[in-house]
């Protein structure tokens, strides 16, 4: 993907017409948090019970819940996704070199749509993590940046909660000694207040929490939260996974001790999962912040809200641990909920699945912008004003490791088609049913997530569900050509059952 000088000035409008405009326009807040499942917010039925987010639920509540959103399959496509509205394998010049996570693009092959609303006289800002490149794009995608750029210091890339070397607006860079989630919020409470911003222009501010990722270190004040807590283990925490792809049936991250209970170096599945629960404490108090920084500063039925997350995070499902990439919902699927009073649905529930590439299409049609270049997803604004509406539209992801754009058109043999130990493929979910084709030669998967939601029952390998299986097959083939997607020629062939 490329876009050229007179691409970009055919989406600019008039100067006068942007002045009448930029008054009536939405200011925009997306809160993206970091590889944090859906089942860890109390408004989702999936949550354990013991789980309380009452000011994430209340955004709910306020607003429309998406019931699965697919966003991406790791942090760095998930972004790259969201910055340009288009898959991963057409995310053009994205990639990794360096130390990991070192990564870089080339702006004008992989231009980010936050430069075309602040050509159209949006005041437009980041804060936290930054994970696409080391270029941040300061100054040309972003008026207002406080980031905490991972790929440039990969040194750091394990500092989520502490000691972050953050840069202030693309000049001096500074080590962050205090809870990452606090900082971020404040930071963002004072943008939303107007300072460091143009308060005659409309805003758009993407807030990146780190938080819940890896090592999931709670603030001071939360770690004694949630003792005593109790679930079931997940059922195919250990091998083997009856119908299952030959490479799923190698995860393997637990092992039994004397009790036969999960523990991974020594650890139980049960601290693991207090801990991650634990640093969403901090997530559900600065999205109380930040909401009530909107209302007290007047601009809160002028501001559009989005909350989501890059991925899940599985723990123990399917055998994981701490792991996203997988296809499986514990693995990628993410929260999102959508609020603005008076312009969307309140307190409503949408079945519809959606993925990542249709949030960008959706903010610019609220913004009452055009889309500067072809973007794979759809416009969600229907689906706000009333969640019935007819949706007959199946969503797509595809996963390609660590391959971007035309560096995916040549599909990898061997591990190389692997991330995480997870192969390629690329997932086709309906408002029922998914179907997983891997981009590998092994056994394609297929569930009824409303009679099956753990993902235990691999309908793919039963005669009695072949139609569905090669309908939804021609289904994922077609959601590939829709996208120009390049290796859609080029899939190795599927094992049958």
Not at 65 to 75: D, E, I, L, P, T
Not at 289 to 317: N, P, Y
């Amino acid at each position: 993907m490329s876009i050229t000088r007179r691409q970009m000035l055919a989406t600019l409008p008039a100067a006068a017409a942007a002045a009448q405009n930029k008054t009536k326009r939405p200011n925009i807040l997306f809160i993206y948090t970091d590889d944090h499942s859906y089942r860890t917010l109390s408004c989702y039925p999936d949550a354990f019970p013991w789980v309380k987010t009452p000011n994430i639920d209340a955004l709910a509540a306020s607003g429309v819940r998406f019931n699965a959103s697919y966003n991406g399959a790791w942090c760095m496509p998930s972004r790259a996704i969201m910055l340009t509205g288009r898959h991963q394998f057409a995310v053009e010049s994205m990639r990794m070199e360096g130390p990991y996570p070192g990564s870089a693009y080339d702006p004008e092959k992989c231009p980010f749509w936050p430069r075309v609303f602040r050509a159209n006289g949006y005041f437009t800002g980041q804060i936290g993590k930054w994970h696409t490149g080391t270029d941040t794009g300061h100054g040309r995608d972003w008026d207002y940046q406080l980031v905490w750029n991972r790929p440039k210091y990969t040194e750091t890339s394990q500092n989520y909660y502490y000691n972050q070397p953050i840069t202030y607006q693309g000049g001096k860079t500074e080590v962050l000694k205090r809870y990452s989630t606090d900082q971020y919020t404040d930071w963002a409470v004072e943008f939303i207040e107007g300072k460091g911003r143009d308060t005659s222009k409309p805003w758009f501010l993407w807030l990146c929490y780190g938080a819940v990722h890896s090592p999931y270190q709670p603030a001071e004040r939360h770690k004694n939260e949630l003792a005593g807590i109790d679930f079931d283990t997940p059922k195919d925490i250990f091998p083997p996974r009856a119908g299952k792809p030959d490479w799923a049936q190698k995860i393997n991250s637990w092992e039994k001790d004397a009790n036969g209970q999960p523990v991974s170096n020594g650890r139980s599945l049960t601290s693991y999962v207090r801990q991650y629960h634990q640093g969403v404490y901090g997530l559900d108090e600065g999205v109380k912040r930040v909401m009530e920084s909107l209302k007290a500063s007047g601009q809160l039925e002028k501001t559009f809200v989005i909350f989501t997350s890059d991925q899940g995070l599985a723990f123990g499902q399917h055998g994981f641990k701490g792991v996203k990439v997988a296809a499986y919902d514990a693995n990628v699927r993410s929260p999102l909920i959508f609020s603005m009073p008076g312009r969307i649905a309140k307190g409503k529930v949408c079945t519809a699945p959606v993925t990542g590439v249709d949030i960008a299409p959706t903010i610019f049609s609220v913004a009452g912008l055009k889309l500067p270049w072809e973007m794979h997803g759809r416009d969600l604004s229907p689906l706000l004003k009333n969640p019935n509406t007819s949706w007959p539209h199946p969503v797509i992801m595809a996963a390609t490791g660590q391959k971007f754009g035309s560096d995916t058109y040549q599909i990898p043999a061997g591990k190389g088609a692997f991330h995480n130990d997870v192969p390629w493929y690329v997932l086709l979910r309906d408002r029922r049913y998914k179907y997983v084709r891997p981009l590998i030669e092994d056994l394609e998967e297929l569930y009824d997530l409303e009679k099956d939601p753990d993902e235990l029952d691999n309908l793919a390998v039963k005669p009695e569900h072949r139609p569905r299986l090669l309908a939804m097959r021609e289904q994922c083939i077609a959601e590939l050509r829709r996208s120009k997607c390049g290796f859609v020629d080029n899939l190795p062939k599927v094992k049958e059952a």
